[in-house]
């Protein structure tokens, strides 16, 4: 993988005192939040913590209060077009029930670029081995298993960020994924984390919403603990998984080792 380098400031996602208030309930509140370009954040907390509202500010460009800056501007300055091409997003639930192929799927990744069919099924194909899912390619998406859907549709979020048929991204790029190893087994989920390092390692910023507090100390260069729509702490993932901050967030006792070959933070609950 090659990158277009972003010339401007490490922070290529800046949240600033954004909040989101519906029906007399505050989802977030005033959390302050930087994204930087070639490193990873893990969002963290519990259920109802605000962890997906605040994922979906970005693209809901009207719909907080605050300000969200994407490469130095407010996200609502690009047409849907430009952010489409800089900014990826995958829901916790992708719906599709037309019977596209899972090839189809991961191109439809590539319509915010015009870089012809020639180019597209390069990206396509490359994506396809990444995920595992060669052998896949021509199946009927409605067909798969939840976890072969979801590895279709997070290669379908990584299509839109490609630049050309060598994989190369625009440094400074965006994604964004919400709970992607929620459907997947031992296996996948190492597979996608490795390879979302590799992504981080040409430019791209990654945001991850993750419930598994020891794969987020494995591979989160940065983490986000929150609770109650609030901002508790950001920072290391060995600053923020900690048992006091885990028994403040989540309610729960849990002891805290380094791992024996990584050092980083290991949890062990506490039954």
């Known amino acids: 993988m090659d990158c277009s380098e972003y010339m401007m400031s490490d922070t290529v996602l800046r949240f600033e005192s954004v909040s989101l208030h519906r029906d007399g309930q ?4 005033s959390i302050d939040l930087n994204m930087s370009a070639g490193k990873m954040l893990a969002v963290l907390g519990p259920n109802g913590a605000g962890k997906t509202s605040l994922l979906n500010c970005v693209n809901s460009v009207s719909d907080f209060s605050g300000t969200i800056l994407l490469q130095d501007r407010s996200v609502a300055d690009y047409s849907p077009q430009q952010r489409a ?6 829901p916790q639930q992708s719906a599709l029930s037309f019977p596209f192929s899972v090839k189809e799927v991961i191109m439809l990744g ?10 597209d099924t390069a990206i396509t194909d490359e994506l396809l081995a990444m995920m595992q899912l060669t052998a896949l390619a021509d199946r009927s998406y409605t067909s798969l298993s939840g976890g072969e859907q979801q590895r279709t549709q997070i290669a379908r979020v990584l299509s839109q960020l490609i630049l050309d048929a060598d994989m190369s991204i625009r440094s400074g790029s965006v994604l964004l994924l919400d709970e992607p190893v929620s459907s997947l087994d031992l296996s996948h989920q190492s597979s996608l984390m490795v390879l979302l390092k590799e992504f981080c390692g040409a430019g791209l910023a990654i945001g991850v919403v993750l419930h598994d507090l020891n794969l987020a100390a494995a591979y989160a260069d940065q983490c ?10 950001a920072g290391k993932p060995e600053q923020v998984i900690t048992a006091e901050l885990i028994r403040q967030a989540y309610g729960i006792e849990v002891e805290i080792i380094a791992h024996p070959k990584t050092a980083k933070p290991l949890v062990i609950r506490e039954f």
């Open 85 to 90: 091409k800089i900014l990826a997003m995958l």
């Open 110 to 119: 590539r319509y915010p670029h015009n870089t012809g069919s020639k180019v």
């Open 26 to 29: 505050s989802l977030v509140n």
């Open 224 to 233: 986000a603990l929150l609770k109650g729509g609030q901002l508790l702490v």
